[in-house]
């Protein structure tokens, strides 16, 4: 059974840090890219960042500069470091994972954290 637990949501102050963090199962995560995606009241999901196997990594233009994606595969789990973070922010974080397919991918999701940023 795959599972995505994310961890580390809370509450903070504008301009300050939260990390979160993804424990996947050992049976999919070094075979996948894995990402970070969030979605506020009222809005579609977005991505974040993304980390390809190998490590190559991508980020929304909100966020570049502020977040940082990283895996270690050793403890099958994805980190989303986030600084000065923004009442835009605000929103529930997902963890996916995308595994390798017959035919393309197929996409895992966490339940989801919530990180609220007060201004």
């Known amino acids: 059974q795959v599972q995505l637990v994310e961890s580390g949501g809370g509450l903070v102050q504008a301009g300050g840090s939260l990390r979160l963090s993804c424990a996947a199962s050992?049976?999919?995560?070094?075979?996948?890219?894995m990402g970070w995606y969030r979605q506020a009241p009222g809005k579609q999901r977005e991505l974040v960042a993304t980390?390809?196997?190998?490590?190559?990594?991508n980020y929304a233009d909100s966020v570049k500069g502020r977040f940082t994606i990283s895996r270690d595969n050793a403890k099958n789990t994805v980190y989303l470091q986030m600084m000065s973070l923004k009442p835009e922010d605000t929103a529930v974080y997902y963890c996916?994972?995308?595994?390798?397919?017959?035919?393309?991918?197929?996409?895992?999701w966490g339940q989801g954290t919530q990180v609220t940023v007060s201004s």
């Open positions: 050992e049976s999919i995560f070094s075979r996948s890219d």
């Open positions: 996916n994972a995308k595994v390798p397919a017959v035919y393309g991918s197929r996409d895992y």
């Open positions: 980390i390809t196997q190998p490590g190559k990594t």
